[in-house]
């Protein structure tokens, strides 16, 4: 039996969530397999985490991505545990998402980037401009 868990996600756009994982660090498949302690899973999205466990996105009806894993025998870590390390992932993965959407759709309004910055509060400062 897996144990694997599902978390919800906002994410829509596949490119721009195949580009935020790649300049997180992860090594990026698409249409493939994750591989839990029980098995494997099908997915749109997966990225390969230590131990050759992976995290992956599957794409639902209403066209947002869930983010799927099996970290049962990663940590033996109870549910609890297991909820808490796929919400800490999922955070990085939305603010780096959130981030490449905004960037994207600024340059796709004819703005360029003028500067980026991060805040010690974790926010990321973003400044676009366009010349008339």
Excluded at 15 to 37: F, M, P, Q, S, W
Aim: proline share 0%.
């Amino acid at each position: 039996m897996s144990h694997y868990s599902r978390v919800k996600t906002l994410f829509r756009h596949r490119e721009a969530l195949i580009t935020c994982l790649k300049n997180l660090g992860y090594d990026v498949e698409t249409d493939t397999t994750i591989r839990g302690h029980h098995g494997e899973h099908t997915v749109d999205i997966a990225v390969t985490r230590t131990k050759g466990y992976g995290i992956g996105f599957v794409r639902n009806c209403d066209g947002t991505y869930d983010m799927v894993a099996d970290w049962w025998g990663v940590t033996g870590a109870g549910e609890q545990k297991i909820a808490q390390q796929l919400k800490d992932q999922a955070g990085a993965i939305q603010k780096e998402y959130a981030r490449n959407m905004v960037l994207s759709q600024a340059r796709e309004d004819g703005f360029e980037l003028v500067s980026e910055t991060s805040e010690t509060d974790g926010t990321i400062r973003i400044v676009m401009r366009r010349w008339d």
